[in-house]
C-alpha cells in the first residue's frame, strides 16, 4: 500500500511509514473502540443521503455519529462532535442536531 505522504517528495521513507502505521494501529487499539458497519447502519446512511446532498461514505460517517451519540446519551455521556472539513456533512450533521467542528477553522 503506498502512502501520499511517501510518495510525494520523499518525506517519508517505507520503513518508517511502516513504523508510523503499526504505531496508529496499536494507538487506536487502545484508545478508540471501533465501530462496525452493519446493516442497519448502512439503512439509516441510504436514508441520511435521500435528504441531506451526501457522499456513500459520509452518509455512512453521520449515521454512525448519530448512532454513537444515541449510544452516548443512553449512557449519560456527553455528546460526540463530529469533525469535518466536508460543509456538505458538517450542514447535515447540523441538520440532524449533532455538534459539529469544522478543522479548517482553526
Same mark, same amino acid.
Given at each position: 500500500?503506498?502512502?501520499?505522504?511517501?510518495?510525494?517528495? %520523499? /518525506? $517519508?521513507?517505507?520503513?518508517?511509514?511502516?513504523?508510523? %502505521?503499526?504505531?496508529?494501529?496499536?494507538?487506536?487499539? /487502545?484508545?478508540?473502540?471501533?465501530?462496525?458497519?452493519?446493516?442497519?447502519?448502512?439503512?439509516? &446512511?441510504?436514508? $441520511?443521503?435521500?435528504?441531506?446532498?451526501?457522499? &456513500?461514505?459520509?452518509?455512512?460517517? $453521520?449515521?454512525? &455519529?448519530?448512532?454513537?451519540?444515541?449510544?452516548?446519551?443512553?449512557?449519560?455521556?456527553?455528546?460526540?462532535? $463530529?469533525?469535518?472539513?466536508?460543509?456538505?456533512?458538517?450542514?447535515? &450533521?447540523? %441538520?440532524? %442536531?449533532?455538534?459539529?467542528?469544522?478543522?479548517?477553522?482553526?
Amino acid at each position: 500500500m503506498r502512502h501520499r505522504a511517501s510518495r510525494s517528495h %520523499g /518525506r $517519508l521513507d517505507v520503513a518508517s511509514r511502516n513504523i508510523a %502505521g503499526r504505531r496508529l494501529l496499536l494507538d487506536m487499539r /487502545r484508545r478508540f473502540r471501533m465501530l462496525g458497519v452493519d446493516s442497519n447502519l448502512v439503512l439509516r &446512511a441510504s436514508e $441520511l443521503a435521500q435528504v441531506y446532498p451526501l457522499r &456513500a461514505y459520509d452518509a455512512v460517517h $453521520l449515521a454512525t &455519529a448519530l448512532h454513537l451519540n444515541a449510544w452516548l446519551a443512553q449512557e449519560s455521556l456527553p455528546a460526540c462532535v $463530529l469533525v469535518s472539513a466536508d460543509e456538505d456533512l458538517l450542514d447535515a &450533521a447540523r %441538520g440532524e %442536531g449533532l455538534v459539529v467542528e469544522n478543522p479548517n477553522d482553526h
